[in-house]
């Protein structure tokens, strides 16, 4: 505790007495001043002891020490220290009603007792008072790092909430609660979350202070470079005291060490799942399950997913340099999702612009992935291709697949496309590029010129006579013409492409132009 004037009262050696004030004497006091000027306020730093002898003062009048009283509590000072016996034998009645009246402490300092008696002795309170929180938070800083070695961050959380005399929270990367001290101050902490992603985009290190003065909250985020790595969050229900701070600075740094120390394991991790995914892509899953151990083992025992994401902005220069990675901040989601559900997963960043991951079929990863499903990919940030389930035996055929559906995804403007809804739906939607529309384009165009100056309805005649799967009679029916009419029609439209219709590949490939431009038809010359 710093020193209070009740404190300075009780100093057997200094004698002072209490004549206006007195239930203000817990006030601590920051310094002891001496200043004879009329208005010392200029020279005032708030929270001082001022000792005067009243050489310059009119203490006997009363609206002088009125405005003089006033000014003092107006600059924040905490009592005012009397001479007695020096120009004045007795407090004078104006000073001490001035100081009832404002509520200033007004301390009566015997003869004996010097000023500079006074000075030494807040001094001396104050270095001790420094003192006991230094070594207050080098003991924290102990504990909280026997803590840290030996028992993991929760326990360190609970040490801080208690040292504090507060609550204490950790979040990871994506701005989860991963850890809350006391248990009931995880739902605290999750309101906070917004606060968090906003302290994520600064720059580390960078602490914030939210709230209000009755549940006061601090935020700092957590790594040591550009990245955020995660976030602290300590409530109390008053700003944090020397020894409180030295206890949140040492559990931050040791957080910090933690989470690098994670990181680096998580490289280490990295570089043996992408041995592991290389050999599962070379058909070895008994080496694959050799080399991850109990690593990754239990992910390649049961069906899997793999999936494959790149940033849907294909030009890396145009993204903000500040920004998170999009991928970064994939994996960050994904390994959180995992961490929470505790499940294995297997993420490879392939050259910084492609994420390969394994994750357990209808497990937590996936499930975070469909978050992304209805999202445009530039709103997502990303183009996801998830595979179909599989096994550790066709891991190569389930990579062809998520990258057929990262191909879709891309082309269709989306976030995600799993394997499935290409297997189930229709081919078509897979051609609409403009690759295939220039081919339909090109095959087309002659007979929509031809049908455009009025010489017959060829394209439509080709339409049915394809839908009807080359029955004369029939396509005739729904066309209104005799067969023989739509048999001229069909030695036209050979004529005219130079090809011939008796060959299956031709009649596919007409059909699937057609069916292409049926959606966005062709533009059409002007029969003018």
């Not at 067969?483 to 009649?507: A, K």
Request: with cysteine; glycine share 8%.
């Amino acid at each position: 505790m710093p020193p209070t004037l009740a404190s300075l009262i009780q100093h057997s050696a200094l004698k002072l007495t209490v004549r206006a004030g007195e239930d203000r004497l817990d006030t601590p006091v920051r310094w002891a001043h001496v200043s004879e000027l009329e208005d010392p306020v200029p020279y005032m730093d708030g929270g001082e002891l001022l000792l005067v002898t009243a050489v310059t003062l009119h203490a006997e009048d009363p609206e002088a020490m009125r405005r003089y009283v006033r000014r003092l509590v107006g600059a924040g000072v905490v009592g005012l220290g009397f001479a007695v016996g020096v120009n004045y034998e007795d407090i004078p009645d104006a000073l001490v009603d001035a100081a009832r009246a404002e509520g200033l402490p007004l301390l009566a300092v015997p003869r004996r007792t010097p000023f500079l008696a006074i000075s030494k002795a807040v001094s001396a309170a104050i270095a001790a008072d420094q003192y006991r929180a230094v070594t207050a938070g080098f003991e924290a800083q102990r504990e909280l790092t026997r803590a840290a070695l030996s028992e993991g961050p929760a326990v360190l959380l609970a040490r801080l909430a208690a040292h504090v005399d507060g609550w204490a929270a950790l979040y990871d990367a994506t701005g989860a609660v991963i850890a809350a001290a006391p248990d009931w101050a995880a739902r605290r902490a999750a309101r906070l979350t917004p606060e968090v992603e906003r302290l994520r985009e600064r720059p580390a290190p960078a602490s914030a202070v939210v709230g209000d003065p009755d549940d006061r909250v601090e935020l700092q985020s957590l790594g040591s470079g550009r990245r955020v790595r995660g976030a602290l969050a300590v409530g109390t229900g008053a700003a944090l005291g020397t020894a409180e701070r030295y206890a949140v600075h040492s559990a931050v740094a040791l957080l910090t060490l933690t989470t690098e120390r994670s990181r680096a394991l998580q490289e280490a991790e990295q570089r043996l799942g992408s041995a592991v995914l290389r050999m599962l892509l070379s058909g070895q899953p008994d080496h694959a399950r050799a080399v991850a151990g109990d690593l990754y083992g239990g992910l390649l025992d049961a069906p899997f997913r793999l999936l494959v994401a790149e940033p849907a902005d294909a030009t890396p220069d145009s993204r903000d340099p500040a920004a998170d990675h999009p991928l970064q901040s994939l994996t960050d989601s994904l390994e959180a999702s995992a961490a929470h559900a505790g499940e294995a997963v297997l993420a490879v960043p392939d050259g910084g612009e492609r994420l390969v991951v394994l994750a357990a079929d209808a497990g937590a990863v996936v499930a975070a992935c469909e978050t992304y499903k209805e999202q445009e990919a530039d709103d997502a940030g990303v183009v996801i291709g998830l595979s179909a389930p599989t096994g550790p035996i066709a891991t190569a055929g389930a990579y062809k697949q998520a990258e057929q559906s990262l191909s879709v995804a891309r082309r269709r403007g989306r976030a995600l496309v799993e394997h499935e809804e290409l297997a189930a739906g229709s081919l078509l939607p897979l051609l609409a590029d403009d690759a295939v529309r220039a081919f339909a384009d090109g095959m087309l165009r002659a007979l929509y010129e031809h049908d455009a100056k009025g010489r017959g309805d060829l394209v439509e005649s080709l339409r049915a006579w394809l839908s009807r799967h080359g029955q004369w009679d029939a396509a005739a029916s729904d066309l209104g013409v005799h067969r023989h009419t739509l048999r001229y029609r069909m030695r036209r439209v050979e004529e005219i492409l130079g090809r011939t219709l008796d060959d299956p590949d031709v009649r596919m490939e007409l059909w699937l132009a057609l069916k292409t431009t049926s959606a966005t038809p062709l533009p059409r010359p002007d029969r003018t």
